[in-house]
């Protein structure tokens, strides 16, 4: 069992080795689209990455339509193992939408062992998320 000084200094080191080991400026929040935004998402039992529909239900219909009408392409030629899930639950029981890909492995972010698989994981799955919003941002936010 790790106190919380402990769980949070492991959390810390981990993000920033996997900033060093993997450079590079994540699109995440900056979507430039209003309650659209990507997530790694680590913690001692499941690691993920996801693009979340957050905001008011009026925007979030209007985006998970469009990205509905696009998900043979995001499986087919993007992230196969991708879950589209219109009613998630966060852990604050905050009601989203999500498009996830988790990492079909037990994991920790207590157990630096797993670290190299996870960040790995999130490297190959958001290059690919991003790769796939840039393609077709037009058509999701138009």
Not at 53 to 82: G, N, Q, T
Request: proline content about 2%.
């Amino acid at each position: 069992m790790f106190s919380k000084e402990e769980s949070r200094k492991l959390k810390q080191e981990f993000w920033t080795s996997f900033g060093k080991s993997f450079p590079r400026k994540w699109i995440l929040y900056n979507t430039k689209l209003k309650g659209f935004s990507f997530k790694f998402y680590f913690d001692n039992k499941k690691a993920l990455v996801a693009l979340d529909l957050e905001d008011d239900l009026e925007y979030r219909i209007k985006f998970w339509k469009k990205l509905e009408a696009l998900k043979s392409i995001l499986l087919d030629d993007y992230l196969p193992d991708a879950i589209y899930d219109e009613t998630y639950f966060l852990d604050n029981e905050k009601e989203i939408s999500r498009i996830y890909v988790p990492l079909d492995q037990k994991v920790s972010i207590h157990n630096k062992n797993t670290w190299r698989d996870v960040m790995e994981f999130f490297n190959e799955k958001m290059c690919l998320f991003e790769a796939f919003f840039d393609e077709y941002k037009d058509v999701i936010e138009g």
